[in-house]
């Protein structure tokens, strides 16, 4: 499967050298030039699935396909505008080619009719960085678009564009306007404006005054992306928890917490929400007040949490405790009850895992746990008791048996991966794992988690 996958890249790098055409190879017959090689024929092949294949492949190669560039250029030429968008990406990715060539090929093909060329050249723009800043405004434009797979392509380039497209956030914005629609690309104009930098932070900051609330919780989440760039943010996130919209409120305390200690000054306001009517905001409250003065008083906030009737507000609590580790030593018996709770035991071992050392009393039912009968409760159990304990011996055995089973094959790895040195007893297998796996995601998976382990091996292993 490896051999296949890599045929076409192979295909070009031995055929290139041939710099003779079939009828070259006549010495009596006179040469008027060098002939094209033959791996580059592809470029003029009829057929434009092919001359796309090959510009890909070009482009997989990077900088070492100079030798293709003259033949690239010629090509951008090429009648189909796939290609064209291919082979622009081609010669940005060898050579960095001046964006004064490669950006009027793709802003025509930006006004294409077919929305799929249209989709397919906000990406490659992307990959332009400052050079890309001429094209802002058609990108800008292209958020507007009637087919929802190029709006998307705009979002995410300008996202990926990061600083450069500093002053889109606006336009960005703009979307919560599209109410029909706007749900769909939510969480992808979230990601994107909150990639634009400290530039987009005073548009953001207006936006937490808008009167229309979508646009309001946009910015807020942008704003938590960022963390502590975001400081300048912090009197407009507190007036945001006074808000009428309870999620308006919630992500504007979690954003305050992201921001941590520069956000000092509003702890007041933070203590005034932990008596929101609203469990959520109670919960980002409590979890923003212990980032922001490294304090775990009001841990009692999301014990009491631990017992409301709503299993997503306890699983929410959960979590908080799970990010404030041993800090939250004071909740480990209220989470333990929660082991009986069917919806939520998962939730409960993973926090007390997180916990620590100050849930040791926990042990014996998590080693209990560890040798039951269903796997997701003995992976997590067995990850915990190695966290509490900070012994591995008990927990491998239950994890070598895990790795063998297909359900928990994934899980597994990535759990061996979170312990690092402490699962060497299982390196040799996991080593063995990687040189047969085929599956790209598992295969990943397990270089990463062969790294966290023992770099030196992964380094001999060719992992980077």
């Given at each position: 499967?490896?051999?296949f996958r890599?045929?076409?890249?192979?295909?070009?790098?031995?055929l290139?050298p041939?710099?003779?055409?079939q009828d070259g190879?006549?010495?009596?017959?006179?040469?008027?030039?060098?002939?094209?090689?033959?791996?580059?024929?592809a470029l003029?092949?009829?057929?434009?699935?092919?001359?796309y294949?090959?510009?890909?492949?070009?482009?997989e190669?990077g900088?070492?396909?100079?030798?293709?560039v003259?033949?690239?250029?010629?090509?951008?030429?090429d009648?189909?505008?796939?290609v064209?968008?291919k082979?622009?990406?081609a010669?940005?990715?060898?050579e960095?080619?001046q964006?004064a060539?490669l950006?009027?090929v793709?802003?025509?093909?930006?006004?294409h009719?077919?929305?799929?060329?249209?989709?397919?050249?906000?990406?490659?723009i992307?990959?332009?960085g400052?050079?890309a800043t001429p094209?802002?405004?058609?990108?800008?434009e292209?958020l507007?678009?009637t087919d929802f797979d190029?709006?998307?392509?705009?979002?995410?380039?300008?996202?990926?564009?990061?600083?450069?497209?500093?002053?889109?956030?606006?336009?960005?914005?703009?979307l919560?306007?599209e109410?029909?629609?706007f749900f769909?690309?939510?969480?992808?104009v979230?990601?994107a404006?909150?990639?634009?930098?400290?530039?987009?932070?005073?548009?953001?900051?207006?936006?937490?005054?808008d009167e229309?609330?979508?646009?309001?919780?946009?910015a807020?989440?942008?704003l938590?992306?960022?963390g502590?760039?975001?400081?300048p943010?912090v009197?407009?996130?507190?007036?945001a928890?006074?808000?009428d919209?309870?999620?308006l409120?919630?992500?504007?305390?979690?954003?305050?917490?992201?921001?941590?200690?520069d956000?000092?000054?509003?702890?007041?306001?933070?203590?005034?929400?932990?008596?929101?009517?609203?469990?959520?905001?109670?919960?980002?409250?409590?979890?923003?007040?212990?980032?922001?003065?490294n304090?775990?008083?009001?841990?009692?906030v999301?014990?009491?949490?631990?017992?409301d009737?709503?299993?997503?507000?306890?699983?929410?609590?959960?979590?908080?405790?799970a990010?404030?580790k041993?800090?939250?030593?004071?909740?480990?018996?209220?989470?333990?009850?929660?082991?009986?709770?069917?919806?939520?035991?998962?939730r409960?071992?993973?926090?007390?895992?997180?916990?620590?050392s100050?849930?040791?009393?926990?042990?014996?039912?998590?080693?209990?746990?560890?040798?039951?009968k269903?796997?997701?409760?003995?992976?997590?159990s067995?990850?915990?008791?190695?966290?509490i304990?900070?012994?591995?011996k008990d927990?491998?055995?239950?994890?070598e048996?895990?790795?063998?089973?297909?359900?928990?094959?994934?899980s597994?790895i990535?759990?061996?991966?979170?312990m690092?040195p402490?699962?060497?007893?299982?390196?040799?297998?996991?080593?063995?794992?990687?040189?047969?796996e085929?599956?790209?995601?598992?295969?990943?998976?397990l270089?990463?988690?062969?790294k966290?382990?023992?770099?030196?091996?992964?380094?001999?292993?060719?992992?980077?």
């Amino acid at each position: 499967m490896i051999f296949f996958r890599f045929f076409p890249l192979l295909f070009l790098l031995l055929l290139v050298p041939l710099l003779r055409a079939q009828d070259g190879d006549d010495p009596k017959k006179k040469k008027t030039g060098p002939p094209m090689p033959e791996g580059l024929k592809a470029l003029q092949h009829p057929e434009p699935k092919v001359r796309y294949r090959a510009a890909q492949t070009l482009a997989e190669l990077g900088p070492l396909a100079k030798f293709a560039v003259p033949e690239l250029r010629e090509a951008l030429k090429d009648n189909h505008p796939m290609v064209r968008i291919k082979v622009a990406e081609a010669l940005w990715k060898i050579e960095k080619t001046q964006s004064a060539v490669l950006l009027p090929v793709l802003l025509e093909a930006l006004k294409h009719k077919d929305p799929g060329v249209r989709a397919a050249v906000p990406r490659v723009i992307a990959l332009l960085g400052s050079k890309a800043t001429p094209a802002l405004p058609a990108l800008t434009e292209a958020l507007q678009d009637t087919d929802f797979d190029v709006k998307l392509a705009a979002i995410t380039a300008l996202g990926d564009l990061g600083p450069v497209a500093k002053d889109r956030a606006g336009a960005l914005l703009d979307l919560t306007k599209e109410k029909d629609s706007f749900f769909l690309v939510e969480p992808f104009v979230g990601a994107a404006l909150s990639n634009l930098g400290d530039g987009a932070v005073p548009t953001l900051t207006r936006a937490l005054a808008d009167e229309a609330p979508a646009r309001a919780r946009l910015a807020a989440y942008a704003l938590g992306s960022m963390g502590q760039r975001a400081a300048p943010a912090v009197t407009q996130l507190a007036k945001a928890l006074q808000h009428d919209d309870p999620a308006l409120r919630t992500l504007a305390a979690r954003a305050l917490g992201k921001i941590g200690a520069d956000a000092k000054s509003t702890v007041p306001q933070l203590e005034q929400a932990l008596d929101d009517k609203v469990a959520a905001v109670r919960i980002e409250a409590a979890l923003a007040t212990w980032f922001i003065t490294n304090q775990a008083k009001n841990v009692v906030v999301l014990v009491k949490a631990l017992s409301d009737g709503s299993a997503s507000v306890r699983e929410n609590a959960c979590q908080a405790l799970a990010v404030m580790k041993s800090a939250a030593k004071d909740a480990v018996e209220p989470v333990a009850k929660l082991l009986d709770d069917k919806d939520l035991r998962i939730r409960a071992i993973m926090t007390l895992g997180a916990i620590g050392s100050p849930a040791e009393k926990m042990l014996p039912e998590l080693k209990r746990l560890m040798q039951g009968k269903d796997g997701d409760t003995q992976l997590w159990s067995a990850f915990a008791v190695w966290q509490i304990a900070g012994d591995a011996k008990d927990s491998m055995k239950v994890l070598e048996t895990l790795l063998g089973t297909e359900a928990h094959y994934t899980s597994t790895i990535r759990v061996l991966g979170e312990m690092g040195p402490a699962a060497q007893r299982v390196l040799p297998t996991l080593v063995a794992l990687y040189r047969e796996e085929d599956a790209p995601a598992d295969r990943q998976a397990l270089a990463d988690t062969i790294k966290k382990i023992d770099p030196k091996t992964a380094l001999r292993l060719g992992i980077k």
